[in-house]
C-alpha cells in the first residue's frame, strides 16, 4: 500500500515538473497608438483650426470629404509575432512580443487617428468599414518593411496612394522612416 502511495507521489511530482518546464512566461501584447495628439498639433499652430479638444460631429464632417484608409502588409508580417530582422536575409519571431490584433488593423486605425488630428474637418474610416459607406478618397498604404533589429532601429518603408471616387489616382509616392528606440 505504501509503495503504491508513493509511487503516485512521485508521478504527481514529476507531472507538475513537467508541466512548470513547459510553461512559458504570457508574451507581451503591443498596439500601435497614433503619433500626433490633437494638441500637439495645436501647440505647434496657435491660429490652425485644430483645437485641442475635438469638435462636434457636426461641425467636424460638415461638407468635408469622406477619407478612406487601409493598410496591407506583407506575408512575412502578416503574423501574432514581431519580427526581429537579425541580418539583412534573416528574420526572427520574438515569441514574447506579440501584436494585440491583425498588423494591417492597427497600423489602418493608427494611421487614421493620426490623419484625424491633421484634418480636423475630414471624415475618416478604416476599410473595409462595417458602415459600407461610399468613400470621396482612398488612401492606402502598402507597407514593404515594418520590422526593428537587434539594436533597437525600426524601418517602415512602402507606397502610398490616393485615389478619387472613380478610382483615379491622385497621388503617390514612397515611404522611408527609420528611427532608433531611445
Same mark, same amino acid.
Given at each position: ?17 513537467l ?24 501647440a ?8 485641442a479638444?475635438?469638435?462636434?460631429? =457636426?461641425?467636424?464632417f460638415?461638407?468635408?470629404p469622406?477619407?478612406?484608409v ?5 506575408? $512575412? ?5 514581431i ?10 519571431p520574438? $515569441?514574447?512580443?506579440?501584436w ?5 488593423? =492597427? ?13 480636423p ?16 478618397y ?5 507597407l ?5 533589429d537587434?539594436t533597437?532601429r ?13 478610382g483615379?489616382e491622385?497621388?503617390s509616392?514612397?515611404v522611408?522612416?527609420a528611427?532608433?528606440?531611445?
Amino acid at each position: 500500500h505504501s509503495i503504491r502511495r508513493t509511487t503516485a507521489i512521485m508521478i504527481s511530482a514529476a507531472a507538475l515538473l513537467l508541466c512548470a518546464a513547459c510553461s512559458s512566461p504570457p508574451s507581451q501584447l503591443y498596439q500601435l497608438s497614433p503619433v500626433i495628439a490633437r494638441s500637439q498639433v495645436a501647440a505647434a499652430d496657435p491660429g490652425s483650426a485644430v483645437a485641442a479638444t475635438a469638435p462636434t460631429p =457636426t461641425d467636424r464632417f460638415a461638407g468635408g470629404p469622406l477619407v478612406g484608409v487601409s493598410v496591407t502588409v506583407p506575408e $512575412y508580417l502578416d503574423r501574432l509575432d514581431i519580427i526581429e530582422r537579425t541580418n539583412g536575409n534573416e528574420l526572427k519571431p520574438n $515569441y514574447s512580443a506579440q501584436w494585440a490584433e491583425d498588423l494591417a488593423v =492597427t497600423t489602418s486605425r493608427a494611421f487614421a487617428e493620426d490623419l484625424s488630428a491633421l484634418l480636423p474637418t475630414v471624415d475618416i474610416v478604416t476599410l473595409p468599414s462595417r458602415a459600407h459607406r461610399d468613400v470621396d478618397y482612398q488612401l492606402t498604404l502598402e507597407l514593404t518593411r515594418f520590422e526593428s533589429d537587434s539594436t533597437g532601429r525600426s524601418t517602415l518603408a512602402g507606397r502610398w496612394s490616393i485615389a478619387d471616387r472613380s478610382g483615379n489616382e491622385r497621388g503617390s509616392g514612397r515611404v522611408l522612416l527609420a528611427d532608433s528606440a531611445k
